[in-house]
């Protein structure tokens, strides 16, 4: 009798894990979606925020990633496909994807950045307390659009006229806040918004030449953001100096400087992670990250016949030659 309980025992406890077995850690499924190509670094800079966090790909998190390759009209059925595949959070960059998002996938819980102003883009109602499912990070500074075309005059005295190139499909927040500042500065702008996902920028440039601009500031903003190194290259051809996001800086303009993209990005992971252990994020006040990143490319400065002031150069985070 005691031989047969000891057998079954035996049996009951062999498939029964040992007390000190770790069990399984469920893997988060993160989504993440972008209106641009994979080219850019955002991707890896919010890849990079979550290992920062505590979060590694293949032990505790899956990461799906959908991106747009400019063809903006794609984002909300990516946004759905992402949704189907039952991600526990969203995490995407733009107004325009973050509204996709709102549409496609309204009950996955959704985290943002790269909004110039998530009030005025409709992305959520109020910065403090955002309501709904969507909360995340802006680098909105309304003095930046300022500080850009100051700097545009202190490398181009005598500067009268700059064209200013943004994306027809966004709210016209940022390039209205940079034309006028641009007036405050006594500055004439000549405004160019891309209107399709292949714009005819030959035409954009060819205008540009007729009404005599001196100088493009290249807004932050995703159609323009695609095609980044073309509109680059068209400016040396025309040697028409530039002012880019830092983000764009690989496109190979004069001047990259505005608050840091990466930066923003990467701030997502911490959102991301809230709403993993818990919490709603609509609860979750937006964050404003305000970190400057200046970029001299002297390389495209000779090419264009520009000497960039050694006081611009002494301030620069980066200068590329």
Same mark, same amino acid.
């Given at each position: 009798?005691?031989?047969?309980l ?15 077995a770790?069990?399984?850690q ?20 919010? $890849? ?8 590694? %790909? ?34 995407v ?5 973050? $509204?996709?998002?709102?549409k496609?996938a309204?009950d996955?819980?959704?985290?943002f950045?790269m ?7 409709h ?8 309501g ?10 309304p003095?930046q659009?300022?500080k850009?075309?100051?700097?545009f ?11 200013i190139m ?8 940022? +390039? ?10 006594g500055?004439?702008?000549? $405004?160019?918004?891309?209107?399709a ?11 540009f ?11 932050? %903003?995703?159609l323009?953001?695609?095609?980044a190194k073309? +509109?680059?290259?068209l400016?040396?051809?025309?040697r028409?100096p530039?002012?880019f996001?830092?983000s764009?800086?690989?496109?190979g ?6 608050t ?5 990005? $990467?701030?997502?992971?911490v ?6 252990k ?5 609860? +979750? ?11 001299v490319?002297l390389?495209?400065?000779e090419? +264009? ?10 301030r ?5 030659q």
């Amino acid at each position: 009798m005691k031989t047969f309980l000891s057998l079954v025992a035996s049996a009951l406890f062999a498939g029964m894990p040992p007390c000190n077995a770790q069990v399984p850690q469920k893997l988060a499924r993160i989504g993440f979606l972008a209106p641009q190509g994979r080219s850019l670094p955002l991707f890896d800079a919010f $890849r990079q925020g979550l290992a920062e966090t505590g979060y590694v %790909e293949g032990r505790n998190i899956v990461i799906e990633a959908r991106f747009a390759d400019g063809q903006l009209d794609r984002l909300p059925a990516l946004a759905a496909e992402l949704a189907a595949t039952n991600v526990d959070v969203l995490a995407v960059t733009g107004a325009v994807t973050a $509204r996709a998002a709102k549409k496609g996938a309204p009950d996955t819980p959704t985290v943002f950045s790269m909004v110039v102003d998530p009030v005025a883009d409709h992305v959520v109602p109020n910065l403090a307390a955002p309501g709904g499912n969507l909360t995340g990070v802006t680098s909105f500074d309304p003095a930046q659009a300022r500080k850009q075309l100051e700097l545009f005059k202190e490398v181009l005295p005598g500067l009268k006229r700059v064209a200013i190139m943004g994306d027809a499909g966004v709210s016209d927040a940022l +390039i209205v806040a940079s034309e006028t500042l641009a007036g405050e500065l006594g500055l004439q702008t000549v $405004r160019h918004r891309l209107l399709a996902a292949n714009p005819d920028l030959d035409s954009a440039f060819a205008s540009f030449r007729r009404s005599q601009v001196q100088a493009l500031l290249v807004l932050e %903003e995703p159609l323009v953001g695609v095609h980044a190194k073309r +509109i680059a290259e068209l400016a040396t051809a025309n040697r028409l100096p530039t002012m880019f996001a830092p983000s764009r800086v690989s496109a190979g303009g004069l001047i990259s400087y505005g608050t840091s993209q990466v930066e923003s990005v $990467r701030r997502m992971a911490v959102y991301v992670d809230k709403i993993l252990k818990g919490a709603k994020p609509g609860t +979750i006040p937006v964050e404003t990250v305000t970190r400057y990143e200046l970029i001299v490319n002297l390389k495209t400065a000779e090419e +264009i016949g520009v000497t960039v002031p050694l006081a611009v150069l002494a301030r620069a985070d980066r200068v590329v030659q």
